[in-house]
């Protein structure tokens, strides 16, 4: 199955699991991403910049984001436990995204993942990564976690990020991760349940959703 089949697939189920009123965010922060070719010869290419490369994936944090104190604990759900090397490499993603450390949560990503939002993106290489995880304007408490085929499903309360401006703080989100030989293969933004209350916009509160954390 290619991965342009995967995030169908996993996008098809999380749909029929998740709520068709749900929240999500529907665009990127990183402005000079290149969209990945969905034929097997485009190829985004890749920028100049080269980011310091990490020796070790961060440990995951147990610091709340602000606007997430009433989180609750991590549950897990489905039919399948979600297995323990998995699950470690979602929360060291996200807690490297909450303290803001692009360069972290890049080098969690494998040369050439999928990202899929609004738009899919390949990121090329590993500055492509830190562009991309820095426009993510959330950070998010992961609450739940579950297995949705091959794919580790995370859900998130979103919080105020570092440097950033999240415009759907106590909102929930969701993102699924395929992972292949301990790095993020696939990452695709999936619906979730979502009961929070819509923010009241203000002039230092965009209106339109970004990307989850």
């Known amino acids: 199955m290619t991965r342009f089949a995967v995030l169908l697939a996993i996008a098809l189920i999380a749909t029929a699991c998740g709520d068709s009123g749900d929240k999500a965010a529907t665009t990127s922060g990183a402005s000079t991403q290149a969209p990945a070719s969905t034929t097997a010869t485009g190829q985004a290419p890749a920028t100049t910049d080269q980011a310091p490369a990490t020796t070790a994936a961060d440990p995951a944090t147990t610091t709340a984001p602000t606007g997430t104190a009433a989180a609750p604990p991590i549950t897990t759900t489905g039919d399948r436990p979600v297995p323990a090397d998995q699950a470690q490499i979602v929360l060291a993603w996200s807690a490297a ?10 080098e969690l990503f494998a040369k050439g993942a999928i990202v899929a939002q609004s738009s899919v993106y390949q990121l090329v ?47 929930r989100a969701g993102a699924a991760f395929v992972i292949e030989h301990g790095k993020i293969a696939i990452w695709e933004q999936v619906p979730v349940n979502d009961t929070a209350p819509a923010p009241t916009p203000t002039e230092s509160t965009p209106t339109t959703s970004g990307p989850v954390a």
Not at 129 to 136: K, P, Q, T, Y
Not at 147 to 162: D, E, H
């Open 97 to 106: 995204i909450n303290r803001n450390d692009n360069d972290a949560a890049a």
């Open 125 to 171: 290489d590993k500055p492509t990564a830190v562009l991309w995880n820095d426009g993510l304007p959330c950070a998010g408490k992961v609450v739940e976690l579950k297995m949705v085929q091959n794919a580790v499903v995370a859900t998130f309360v979103l919080g105020q990020r570092p440097k950033h401006q999240c415009d759907a703080p106590g909102h």
